[in-house]
């Protein structure tokens, strides 16, 4: 009997003991406390900081395409910059986020959100491929997979990359429904999936464009695969439609990251850089020229200094138009409408069918590029320097034009001159007193020294199919820069 009692009360103890294990998680987690991030908190974080990351108006690029310059610390005008001063942390930041929420939207069932995070993802990698060429992508988000951790990551060429950006892209396309909203946790076009159902198909026109040089024929059907399917591939098609994302000027957290104090503007050590305000004058474009740049303050002139040029006192030089790009609303261009003109002209140039002419896609982007900033075309098209039959070189007007319409996006005018080699001066002449003369002018961003410490098999696999590279920025271009 008392055999029975003890075994009858050891199995009751048992019980109590499993029973409290298994409930005891559930019972010491509080009902009030996130256990994870959702996946759309972690799209808004990566839309804010995405459109930070790659749309900056004052960083080297922006530098290195002509746009603005230094006045003073021209160390990098020059070309100073080196691994020691880039990093992959993107990687860890929106990257990381943007697929933990993919994951998350895809178990969810909510395909727009896929399909906005996807779109991120693919706009964030080109940036990246473009700046350095090869880079980790197909196993770079791996670190904490559950089933295949890689802290190693292997580094993709990046034609493999484009081809899967393309792929990504389509693929967000066909996912998208425009009679949903994926409401306020997008903050770039407010949950309007019409929005980025356009940016997505004129982003893709971006990536067919870039490798048009060095892979014609994907290029070419891409393109007209597009443009023959409007209601399958609808683009940016106004001004209207632009992927803009537009701030609140009156909230400190989403004010334009453009802002400069009024107060403050003596002060700024980024000018205009004297090629640009050359460029509109010479071309008649002062209205442009307003927007662009504001008068000396000491001469009421536009001014602009040479990249390189130390020394000058920025009162007596123009700086960066406040009002358009530096008041606490100016928007971040994403993709404008002008852009995509600009690349059916290019594409209607190479014979390419696009329903329109390259002369009707030039100047209808030039217009779109005015009409931007409210401003009166009146006959700036005829003017010599302009003028698609006045015998300029055609393809030289578009690449120049597209340039100047493209201010102060500093990623995609100094990837455009990379490729297209336009305006000339910008692709070929090196800065006043460059750290490397006669290597000309930089082609790419310098890998992260920390890499060849980090990741060496991959790194020095990446340099060894990338022959070429100097003094890890010059010589060798990345892999669309054929030009």
């Known amino acids: 009997?008392?055999?029975?009692?003890?075994?009858?009360?050891?199995?009751?103890?048992?019980?109590?003991?499993?029973?409290?294990?298994?409930?005891?998680?559930?019972?010491?987690?509080?009902?009030?406390?996130?256990?994870?991030?959702?996946?759309?908190?972690?799209?808004?974080?990566a839309e804010i900081s995405i459109v930070k990351a790659y749309n900056p108006i004052l960083n080297f690029e922006v530098s290195w395409a002509r746009y603005n310059v230094r006045d003073v610390y021209v160390?990098?005008?020059?070309?100073?910059?080196?691994?020691?001063?880039?990093?992959?942390?993107?990687?860890?930041?929106?990257?990381?986020?943007?697929?933990?929420?993919?994951?998350?939207?895809?178990?969810?069932?909510?395909?727009?959100?896929?399909?906005?995070?996807?779109?991120?993802?693919?706009?964030?990698?080109?940036?990246?491929?473009?700046?350095?060429?090869?880079i980790p992508y197909s196993e770079a988000l791996m670190a904490d997979d559950s089933e295949s951790p890689n802290i190693y990551p292997k580094y993709d060429s990046q034609q493999s990359i484009y081809m899967d950006i393309i792929a990504q892209l389509k693929a967000s396309n066909a996912m998208i429904d425009t009679s949903e909203s994926m409401g306020t946790a997008d903050v770039i076009f407010?949950?309007?999936m019409t929005m980025w159902k356009k940016f997505t198909n004129s982003l893709l026109l971006r990536v067919y464009m870039r490798m048009s040089?060095?892979?014609?024929?994907?290029?070419?059907?891409?393109?007209?695969?597009?443009?023959?399917?409007?209601?399958?591939?609808?683009?940016?098609?106004?001004?209207?439609?632009?992927?803009?994302?537009?701030?609140?000027?009156?909230?400190?957290?989403?004010?334009?990251?453009?802002?400069?104090?009024?107060?403050?503007?003596?002060?700024?050590?980024?000018?205009?850089?004297?090629?640009?305000?050359?460029?509109?004058?010479?071309r008649n474009d002062l209205g442009r020229l307003a927007v662009y740049a504001e008068p000396a303050a000491t001469s009421g002139e536009y001014i602009g200094l040479p990249l390189g040029t130390l020394g000058?006192?920025?009162?007596?030089?123009?700086?960066?138009?406040?009002?358009?790009?530096?008041?606490?609303?100016?928007?971040?261009?994403?993709?404008?409408?002008?852009?995509?003109?600009?690349?059916?002209?290019?594409?209607?140039?190479?014979?390419?069918?696009?329903?329109?002419?390259?002369?009707?896609?030039?100047?209808?982007?030039?217009?779109?590029?005015?009409?931007?900033?409210?401003?009166?075309?009146?006959?700036?098209?005829?003017?010599?320097?302009?003028?698609?039959?006045?015998?300029?070189?055609?393809?030289?007007?578009?690449?120049?034009?597209?340039?100047?319409?493209?201010?102060?996006?500093?990623?995609?005018?100094w990837a455009e001159v990379r490729r297209t080699g336009y305006p000339v001066y910008v692709a070929t002449t090196e800065p006043v007193e460059t750290l490397y003369p006669g290597n000309g002018t930089i082609v790419r961003k310098p890998y992260p020294h920390s890499e060849a410490i980090s990741n060496p098999d991959g790194f020095n696999a990446a340099i060894s199919a990338q022959p070429g590279i100097i003094d890890e920025k010059f010589g060798a271009g990345v892999w669309w820069d054929v030009d």
Not at 15 to 44: A, H, W
Not at 114 to 125: D, I, M, R, T
């Open 1 to 45: 009997m008392n055999i029975h009692i003890k075994l009858l009360s050891a199995i009751i103890l048992s019980s109590l003991t499993y029973g409290c294990t298994e409930d005891f998680e559930e019972m010491n987690t509080s009902p009030n406390d996130l256990t994870s991030v959702p996946y759309k908190t972690l799209i808004t974080d």
């Open 75 to 134: 160390q990098n005008d020059r070309y100073e910059q080196t691994g020691a001063g880039t990093n992959f942390n993107v990687y860890s930041g929106h990257l990381k986020n943007l697929q933990v929420a993919l994951n998350l939207a895809q178990e969810a069932g909510d395909d727009n959100a896929v399909a906005v995070a996807q779109v991120l993802k693919a706009y964030a990698f080109q940036n990246m491929t473009d700046w350095y060429g090869d």
């Open 190 to 192: 407010d949950g309007d």
């Open 213 to 282: 040089l060095i892979d014609p024929s994907t290029a070419k059907s891409g393109i007209e695969e597009i443009m023959a399917n409007p209601s399958t591939y609808p683009i940016i098609d106004s001004n209207d439609s632009a992927a803009f994302k537009y701030w609140l000027p009156e909230d400190a957290t989403y004010r334009s990251p453009y802002y400069m104090d009024p107060t403050q503007a003596a002060k700024q050590e980024n000018v205009t850089s004297a090629y640009m305000v050359d460029f509109l004058k010479t």
């Open 312 to 413: 000058q006192n920025t009162p007596d030089l123009s700086i960066m138009g406040v009002e358009e790009f530096r008041s606490a609303d100016s928007p971040t261009r994403i993709m404008r409408y002008s852009e995509v003109l600009f690349i059916l002209a290019e594409a209607a140039l190479n014979g390419w069918n696009v329903g329109m002419t390259a002369e009707e896609a030039y100047e209808a982007a030039i217009t779109a590029s005015f009409e931007e900033y409210g401003l009166d075309l009146g006959s700036y098209l005829s003017e010599p320097l302009v003028d698609f039959n006045g015998g300029v070189d055609q393809r030289e007007l578009i690449g120049e034009q597209k340039w100047c319409a493209l201010y102060p996006d500093g990623n995609q005018g």
